[in-house]
């Protein structure tokens, strides 16, 4: 048993009763009293984690609405008089009245607005100009969610947001009106990962939080896959907008008020009795019993249990009245809840943890963006390479989930991004119009994109456990962030032609794989609460005599 998990503090007894209170972390109380994924966590953990649907949705549909027809036809009358059809090539430096686009001008926003030729940068903006709202969106609402707003409001918030901008989206009378509403869609997506995954995996015990982590990513392939069908049925762009939109309507109404705010986010809050209400609802539903004389403690309270804190507890409080320690006066909570991503940097231990991580985030998704933005490149049909890219990924999450308990973070993420990598590589040196050549590339595409899909999905649940409670949506704010610079990036490198793309992703998954080396293992370790706590945590774990003369 980890020894800074419980503590146990003999409270002064009323004439005639006999009390003791056991002061323990969550982790500790879901192992032995609430159970760590029973009926309670799967229930949550399935519905907090249908948010990553709504993600795909919203970041996905771009592919289809921003879409280049293949078919484009000179007007009756106009062929050999200034419009000349050559196959595959766009209708470049020809009269505006001379062509049109096979099925209308409504299809998506290229034949709508003209993006083609010179003006074909503009596709890629806008796609870039999205992932920077959502870059901008997870630093704030990673914020959010550790301060006042919580992870369950956070993600409130961000799904209206979602349906309120998807909808306006379809009213663009202009490029620049899209561009901002995409940049408005971005900022609210940014967030929505990031909430769902610590709000889904908070509540699990440690031996099951890893696999339950690398599980949520199967609901976001299954929304691209979902999309790929939405976009298939409305080939509108405006109307594919609406579609993709109302998810996030059915998911606030229908879903929302059946998830519980975090446990931990209530405890490092300091408002103890909500904690306990959750934590007693978790064992209840899953069958167990939470005896009376339990009640949780932050790192702080945990590691020093003669502190003022427990020797001022009065006898006159029963055993389920228990207050937060810190809660007896107000400085005392804010000390444990006024962190930020300040503090992570002025921290040895945690600072160089976050360089790594927002640089292997920004690495990987160069990588894997790119990989399923090139599906455009390949000249095959756009809805079933979608649906193909999205049901490739679903094996790489299944067997990251079951590797994972055996070899643990660190090499497992290193591994798969070299995995990534090396495919990448293998595909730069191939070139020509052979259909064998395209078949090997397109191989290598599938595999480069099957294993960066797992080593994507193992970042969350990695950058996680290298934080505590305190910041840890404001750590993994941070590294989606990076995330999202490497997904600006990817649409400009895959303009860049068909070898250098590849290169380029080797590139980025061999060097991420390497700076994987510098990670600590976070594997069977505690989910600290607090900076303090990690320290102490660490430092033991370092110098196991410390235990010793502890």
Not at 29 to 41: N, S
Not at 191 to 206: I, S, Y
Request: glycine share 10%; hydrophobic share 45%; charged share 15%.
């Amino acid at each position: 048993m980890d020894e800074r998990l419980v503590k146990e503090e003999e409270l002064e007894p009323e004439p005639g009763r006999k009390s003791k209170t056991m002061m323990l972390g969550i982790d500790e109380m879901l192992t032995k009293h609430c159970g760590e994924f029973g009926r309670w966590q799967i229930r949550h953990f399935v519905l907090t984690s249908l948010a990553w649907a709504l993600e795909a949705f919203h970041t996905m549909v771009m592919i289809f609405a921003d879409r280049e027809p293949a078919a484009w036809r000179c007007v009756d009358g106009a062929a050999g008089a200034g419009c000349v059809e050559v196959g595959g090539s766009p209708p470049c430096g020809m009269s505006p009245g001379s062509w049109e686009w096979v099925g209308g001008a409504g299809q998506s926003t290229v034949q709508e607005w003209g993006l083609i030729c010179g003006d074909k940068y503009k596709v890629g903006l806008v796609q870039a100009i999205f992932f920077g709202g959502c870059m901008i969106g997870a630093g704030t609402f990673g914020h959010l969610s550790d301060s006042f707003l919580g992870r369950k409001g956070s993600l409130t918030i961000v799904c209206i947001l979602n349906a309120i901008f998807g909808m306006l989206t379809t009213f663009s009378s202009s490029y620049y009106m899209y561009v901002l509403f995409r940049f408005l869609t971005g900022f609210s997506t940014g967030g929505v990962g990031l909430c769902a995954f610590v709000l889904a995996t908070e509540p699990v015990g440690p031996s099951v939080r890893g696999s339950a982590g690398m599980s949520t990513f199967y609901f976001f392939s299954s929304g691209i896959a979902l999309c790929s069908g939405i976009a298939f049925l409305f080939p509108s762009w405006r109307e594919l907008y609406i579609a993709s939109a109302l998810p996030s309507i059915l998911f606030v109404l229908v879903v929302i008020p059946f998830v519980s705010e975090s446990p931990r986010w209530f405890l490092v809050r300091g408002r103890v009795n909500e904690a306990m209400e959750v934590m007693r609802a978790i064992a209840r539903v899953n069958g167990r019993s939470l005896p009376d004389h339990v009640w949780l403690a932050v790192d702080k309270q945990e590691e020093d249990p003669k502190s003022d804190e427990v020797s001022n507890l009065k006898s006159d409080y029963s055993d389920h009245e228990i207050p937060l320690l810190n809660e007896k006066n107000d400085d005392d909570a804010t000390e444990v809840t006024a962190t930020s991503i300040i503090d992570v940097v002025k921290s040895p231990l945690t600072r160089i943890r976050l360089i790594l991580a927002v640089a292997i985030n920004l690495l990987c998704s160069v990588v894997y963006y790119g990989l399923s933005l090139n599906v455009v490149n390949l000249g095959t049909n756009l809805y079933l390479s979608v649906l193909l890219n999205a049901v490739a990924e679903l094996p790489a999450y299944t067997l990251t989930a079951i590797l994972l308990g055996k070899f643990g973070r660190k090499p497992l993420a290193i591994s798969t991004m070299w995995f990534s990598g090396i495919f990448c590589l293998i595909g730069s040196f191939l070139w020509g119009d052979q259909a064998r050549v395209k078949a090997v590339r397109l191989a290598c595409g599938v595999l480069g994109i099957f294993g960066m899909a797992g080593t994507y999905n193992l970042l969350f649940i990695y950058t996680s456990e290298l934080f505590p409670t305190v910041v840890r949506n404001a750590a993994l704010g941070c590294a989606t962030q990076a995330a999202q610079m490497g997904a600006i990036l990817s649409p400009f490198v895959v303009v860049m032609g068909e070898q250098v793309p590849f290169a380029v992703f080797a590139g980025c998954g061999i060097v991420g794989g390497v700076l994987g080396f510098y990670l600590p293992e976070t594997k069977d370790r505690p989910l600290y609460d607090t900076l303090n706590g990690m320290e102490d945590g660490e430092r033991k774990e370092n110098h196991p005599a410390i235990l010793i003369h502890a």
